[in-house]
């Protein structure tokens, strides 16, 4: 049984967590920004980070 491929996301989350990660504030709020322009809402809630198409 081969594994099933996970679905490709519409956007690459590593600058918005890696932004995070080094307290980057500017490039954080950046990356989101960019989403939000692509329609892509991030939503932070209860320590979890989730996205959905706006």
Do not use: Q, Y
Not at 39 to 54: A, F, L, P, Q, Y
Request: proline letters at 9%.
């Amino acid at each position: 049984m081969s594994p099933t491929p996970l679905p490709s996301l519409p956007f690459d989350p590593v600058a918005l967590c890696a932004a995070r990660a080094n307290k980057d504030w500017a490039a954080a709020d950046a990356a989101r920004d960019a989403l939000t322009a692509k329609g892509i809402i991030v939503e932070d809630k209860n320590g979890v980070t989730s996205w959905r198409k706006g």
